[in-house]
């Protein structure tokens, strides 16, 4: 293009100009083609953009769709807790002292809670590790718990996975 111009002005044109012209030139394609790689990686990071919100959207109503199963069984378990204590005819204090420990409280904490002394709290708890007959803390939690965190084995004979 500059060798055109330099033909066709019919003028002589110096280095000094031609080489800034080049420049300018060089310059102009330069930016050019900057910014169309900038609008290619716009486009493409609004399509991922895109993509993202759409897998989030999926991913939230998937979400909601698990948390609403996940609730009807939680229901289930917290009526099958509430029949177990029945069962073993626990007092109301002992239900309370019972539900905290396996929300994970200490005595101290239910104590705090109930405002009771931490003996009062231990006295309750022993007595209805007796009507279960379980030895303590760790194994009331475990009776309610195990199967929660352990799924049995599978009808295919195939042990799931236990943390350890």
Do not use: C
Request: proline content about 2%; glycine content about 4%.
């Amino acid at each position: 293009m500059l060798a055109l111009e330099w033909a066709t002005e019919g003028e002589d044109i110096g280095l000094f100009d031609f080489l800034v012209d080049a420049l300018t030139l060089v310059l102009l394609i330069t930016t050019s083609v900057i910014a169309s790689l900038a609008a290619i990686e716009v486009k493409e990071e609004r399509a991922d953009r895109l993509a993202l919100v759409s897998d989030l959207e999926r991913a939230k109503k998937e979400g909601a769709e698990w948390r609403r199963r996940a609730e009807n069984q939680l229901d289930q378990y917290r009526q099958a807790i509430v029949e177990q204590f029945d069962e073993w005819e626990a007092t109301d204090a002992e239900r309370d002292v019972g539900q905290l420990i396996l929300r994970g409280l200490s005595h101290k904490e239910i104590a705090r809670l109930r405002n009771t002394s931490e003996a009062t709290v231990r006295q309750q708890a022993q007595s209805l590790y007796r009507k279960a007959n379980m030895p303590n803390k760790g194994a009331f939690s475990a009776y309610f718990l195990d199967d929660v965190l352990y799924a049995p084995p599978t009808t295919d004979g195939e042990q799931p996975l236990r943390v350890s």
